[in-house]
């Protein structure tokens, strides 16, 4: 079984460009990957292509083919939906691929185009993850889901909106280093209680924006990076998928993730480590709230004990554990189909000294990302270390 190397990542800058098309945006992030990985785009034997709303966004299905084209390459294109988690799961099914001979070098990623249709439609649009029959008819999005699943955690394990407004404070701090990031600006805890409401307990800067954008990382075989003598220090050494029901009325629990326990614990005995050895981590923050179930779920914290991880400085940029340096869905942005392929960017670069908040994590070898779809129906947990300098 071949080990799996990140050879190279780029990114388009996530925000609201709504002249933008998918196809040149993921033109414009496959091409920075190449350029950064070295690696020949002839050699492409793959494409595993994250999208979630094309259809509703651009009137636009069948998208590997087309975004094969976009980058470049003329190799097997196959586009991979589930929810916000869509590229990681196309990541997953890569790391697989090259693990098992099946192909050496693949292009993976993702990207959506959502700022076009406005925040109404957006909203709308982004809804459909949810189940249509007993939530999105009754009128649920995901603001209200999320506040759901807030409440329900307040409700066990104690909490206030203002623990929540540390998390949103710390992950635009780091975004602050980010070119790449919607938000690039700093905000304290009464700017985030005192926003405008969107669902009870949850406010403005509680959720994460609509944003444009695309991620895409060239992924190897070690025996192809060795070969062609490229620089891949860090690898995927485990990956993990979970699932739990769609509509949250059929769930035993709304205050943790199920999904994102049952990928993370996957991941963690794929490579071989625990939560002990995770230095850093990206996860899916798409509201304040989600970050806490999902430190919770990947053992980064104790359960219960997640709401108060960032207002005491365990997950802050000079924490035991810090998360989402790259600013998080909350302030790096949330192009839903790109997500999961841009936090392996991230933690790749953290990894590798690359990124701009590297500093924060100079010592790191190990980091874990997380990537969710819907209110964590799907969840993948991908942890990526450090092979060699």
Known sequence: MSD????????????????????????EASSKAFEDSGVARDDVEGLLYGNFMGE?????????????????IQAPATRYEAACASS????????????NGEEDVILVGGAERMTNLGTAGATEALAIAADDLWEVRAGMTFPGAYALMAKAYFDE??????????????????????????????????????????????GLYDSCPISDGAAAVVLTS??????HDLDAPVAITGTGQGGDRLALHDREHLARSPAAREAGLEAYDDAGVDAGAIDVAEVHDCFTIAEVLAIEALDLESVGE??????????TADGETPI????????????????????IAEVSKLLAGDHP????????????????????????????EVSDR
């Open 4 to 27: 799996v190397r990140v050879a190279g990542t780029g990114l388009t800058s996530f925000g609201n460009t709504p002249e933008r098309t998918g196809r040149d945006l993921f033109a």
């Open 56 to 72: 509703l966004s651009e009137h636009q299905g069948h998208q590997g083919p087309l975004m094969a084209e976009a980058a470049g």
């Open 88 to 99: 990681g799961v196309a990541v997953r099914d890569a790391v697989k691929r090259i693990r």
């Open 157 to 202: 394990f104690g909490g206030s909106h203002e623990d929540l407004a540390h998390i949103a404070v710390k992950n635009h701090e780091n975004a602050l280093n980010n070119e790449k990031a919607q938000y690039q600006s700093a905000i304290d805890v009464d700017d985030v209680l005192d926003a405008p409401q969107v669902s009870s307990p949850l």
């Open 222 to 227: 070690e025996d192809y990076a060795r070969e």
């Open 306 to 315: 997640g709401i108060t991880a960032a207002r005491e400085g365990r997950t």
């Open 324 to 343: 989402n340096l790259s600013g998080g869905l909350k302030a790096k942005g949330h192009p839903v189909g790109a997500t999961g392929a841009s936090q």
């Open 357 to 384: 908040n590297s500093k924060y994590v100079a010592d790191a070898t190990t980091g874990i990302a997380h990537n969710a779809g819907g209110t964590v129906a799907s969840a993948t947990v991908h942890i990526l």
